[in-house]
């Protein structure tokens, strides 16, 4: 049985541009094809189980030839899977996805199109540009500025010029002086308003806006790249008064997330939300165990309190209990302590409350809230990771309190993305390392390895993890209490 492809715009590189309807269809994908300019954060959203099948272009070198794209295309769906055609920007956009649809229509593979927005819309809108205006233009043109190899740009220059409307260049900056000669030869006004966008609507987006006329030494001197886009018209006048993105706290700084994949969420999403480039790197996973031993001998005393560090906990305890035929009601008679929000809302996914968190989220202070609610003594069932930290059981049992040590799940040290952080803190390109735990920091030098962190910011959510940090990090920083919005509100403030 033959799949179907669906060609998905991935807009013009963050995720929070992907369309709802395009991140469905990467998640139930068998097999995906994706551009170069396709972001990192959605490239992160597609299966594990599925096949990855890179075919990026850049300027004047396409490592995959179209018509070998076209040809990958149909194999992957006469194999019977679901296939995911990923572009940059829209589909139908200067994307070739026309010429796709064609060929898979010709081959009798079936296809569906799922739109993407536009870094022709997308890069002006984060660059304070309205591409029309009632009080400058009513419409928009989209031109393509990239000649086939070796061949002149065939714009009709004047025939733009006439129009007076806002013109938008796709792919156009190493035509930039072509395109800038070819208007005011065609008799744009040298003053006209103009701007060149480079990474549109990313973290690390940059801009120039001046006259038409001064526009390609400009861009010259500020050394602007691509992935870029020309915008001409008296809209880009309104730049700076218009522009949101550029002001947001965090603009143009790159902050790595190292946090388990199932909780970066959060604290890259308020990352990006400041304007911040965020790469998520998760560097630590959680492997649940399956010897049920000490769980079971656990039960067969009694304990006032189960005691949960992590979020990670209470899925490991389901599955453990799960293998001897029972579940979390085996906690009935203990009352539930949780080290922080984080594990206090995961508890409640599971229908349970928290009858104590602490007021600041580490093992130190839970220890001291759980001494100070058990004065006699008592016990303490502590359901963890293998590799959780010595500060709690210690300070509990110089307190007369009995604790049950319960290993659940083991911590371990991975991040795929090791290669490119090396390359990257080598070039100067990471402003910050954020660390949720003493496992984050160990993971994440394991994986990078021993290289000049000089001039990067670790920043940590509470003092065990800067001690952990402060072994190769020159520069650490410390949230004020160990939650996600004081690691943010820290990161603006020292950044």
């Given at each position: 049985?033959?799949?179907?492809?669906?060609?998905?715009?991935?807009?013009?590189?963050?995720?929070?541009?992907?369309?709802?309807?395009?991140?469905?269809?990467?998640?139930?994908?068998?097999?995906?094809?994706?551009?170069?300019?396709?972001?990192?954060?959605?490239?992160?959203?597609?299966?594990?189980?599925?096949?990855?099948?890179?075919?990026?272009?850049?300027?004047?070198?396409?490592?995959?030839?179209?018509?070998?794209?076209?040809?990958?295309?149909?194999?992957?769906?006469?194999?019977?899977?679901?296939?995911?055609?990923?572009?940059?920007?829209?589909?139908?956009?200067?994307?070739?996805?026309?010429?796709?649809?064609?060929?898979?229509?010709?081959?009798?593979?079936?296809?569906?199109?799922?739109?993407?927005?536009?870094?022709?819309?997308?890069?002006?809108?984060?660059?304070?540009?309205?591409?029309?205006?009632?009080?400058?233009?009513?419409?928009?043109?989209?031109?393509?500025?990239?000649?086939?190899?070796?061949?002149?740009?065939?714009?009709?220059?004047?025939?733009?010029?006439?129009?007076?409307?806002?013109?938008?260049?796709?792919?156009?900056?190493?035509?930039?002086?072509q395109v800038t000669d070819g208007l005011l030869r065609a008799g744009m006004q040298s003053d006209m308003p103009a701007a060149v966008i480079e990474n549109g609507?990313?973290?690390?987006?940059?801009?120039?806006?001046?006259?038409?006329?001064?526009?390609?030494?400009?861009?010259?001197?500020?050394?602007?790249?691509?992935?870029?886009?020309?915008?001409?018209?008296?809209?880009?006048?309104?730049?700076?008064?218009?522009?949101?993105?550029?002001?947001?706290?965090?603009?143009?700084?790159?902050?790595?997330?190292?946090?388990?994949?199932?909780?970066?969420?959060?604290?890259?999403?308020?990352?990006?939300?400041?304007?911040?480039?965020?790469?998520?790197?998760?560097?630590?996973?959680?492997?649940?165990?399956?010897?049920?031993?000490?769980?079971?001998?656990?039960?067969?005393?009694?304990?006032?309190?189960?005691?949960?560090?992590?979020p990670a906990g209470i899925p490991a305890a389901v599955h453990t209990l799960g293998k001897l035929g029972r579940d979390l009601r085996a906690l009935y008679g203990?009352?539930?302590?949780?080290?922080?929000?984080?594990?206090?809302?995961?508890?409640?996914?599971?229908?349970?409350?928290?009858?104590?968190?602490?007021?600041?989220?580490?093992?130190?202070?839970?220890?001291?809230?759980?001494?100070?609610?058990?004065?006699?003594?008592?016990?303490?069932?502590?359901?963890?990771?293998?590799?959780?930290?010595?500060?709690?059981?210690?300070?509990?049992?110089?307190?007369?309190?009995?604790?049950?040590?319960?290993?659940?799940?083991?911590?371990?040290?991975?991040?795929?993305?090791?290669?490119?952080?090396?390359?990257?803190?080598?070039?100067?390109?990471?402003?910050?390392?954020?660390?949720?735990?003493?496992?984050?920091?160990?993971?994440?030098?394991?994986?990078?390895?021993?290289?000049?962190?000089?001039?990067?910011?670790?920043?940590?959510?509470?003092?065990?993890?800067?001690?952990?940090?402060?072994?190769?990090?020159?520069?650490?920083?410390?949230?004020?209490?160990?939650?996600?919005?004081?690691?943010?509100?820290?990161?603006?403030?020292?950044?």
């Amino acid at each position: 049985m033959t799949g179907t492809v669906t060609l998905v715009g991935a807009g013009p590189g963050d995720k929070g541009l992907l369309t709802t309807a395009g991140a469905q269809a990467i998640a139930q994908a068998d097999a995906v094809v994706y551009d170069r300019l396709v972001g990192e954060d959605i490239l992160d959203l597609i299966p594990p189980r599925a096949e990855k099948v890179p075919v990026g272009k850049e300027n004047n070198h396409h490592p995959v030839p179209q018509h070998e794209i076209n040809d990958i295309l149909v194999r992957l769906a006469r194999e019977g899977k679901n296939v995911v055609r990923l572009k940059g920007g829209d589909c139908f956009l200067f994307g070739r996805g026309g010429e796709e649809c064609e060929h898979l229509l010709q081959n009798g593979v079936p296809f569906r199109v799922i739109p993407g927005v536009t870094s022709a819309l997308a890069a002006p809108a984060f660059a304070g540009i309205p591409v029309t205006h009632r009080d400058f233009t009513s419409s928009v043109h989209i031109i393509t500025a990239h000649a086939r190899a070796g061949k002149p740009l065939t714009i009709d220059f004047d025939a733009l010029v006439r129009l007076n409307v806002t013109l938008v260049f796709l792919m156009g900056l190493t035509a930039l002086e072509q395109v800038t000669d070819g208007l005011l030869r065609a008799g744009m006004q040298s003053d006209m308003p103009a701007a060149v966008i480079e990474n549109g609507a990313r973290g690390t987006q940059r801009k120039v806006v001046c006259g038409l006329s001064d526009l390609s030494a400009n861009v010259r001197a500020e050394g602007l790249q691509s992935p870029a886009l020309i915008i001409v018209g008296r809209v880009c006048a309104l730049s700076d008064t218009l522009d949101w993105f550029t002001l947001l706290p965090l603009h143009g700084k790159t902050i790595v997330v190292t946090r388990p994949k199932a909780r970066a969420g959060t604290l890259a999403e308020k990352l990006r939300r400041r304007g911040a480039n965020v790469i998520e790197a998760p560097c630590i996973e959680t492997a649940q165990r399956e010897d049920t031993r000490s769980i079971a001998d656990a039960f067969q005393q009694p304990h006032d309190w189960a005691v949960f560090t992590s979020p990670a906990g209470i899925p490991a305890a389901v599955h453990t209990l799960g293998k001897l035929g029972r579940d979390l009601r085996a906690l009935y008679g203990m009352k539930i302590a949780a080290i922080g929000k984080g594990t206090a809302a995961a508890l409640a996914a599971y229908g349970l409350t928290a009858d104590l968190v602490p007021t600041q989220y580490d093992g130190e202070h839970l220890a001291d809230a759980l001494v100070d609610v058990m004065p006699q003594g008592g016990s303490v069932l502590l359901l963890r990771a293998v590799q959780g930290g010595q500060i709690l059981p210690e300070k509990l049992a110089r307190a007369g309190i009995r604790v049950t040590d319960v290993p659940l799940y083991d911590t371990v040290h991975r991040c795929d993305k090791a290669d490119a952080l090396r390359g990257m803190l080598a070039e100067g390109k990471i402003d910050a390392v954020t660390f949720t735990s003493v496992s984050t920091v160990e993971g994440f030098v394991e994986a990078v390895g021993a290289v000049e962190y000089k001039g990067v910011m670790a920043c940590c959510i509470g003092e065990q993890t800067a001690q952990a940090a402060r072994k190769y990090f020159a520069n650490v920083k410390v949230a004020k209490s160990a939650t996600i919005d004081d690691l943010v509100a820290c990161i603006e403030e020292e950044i």
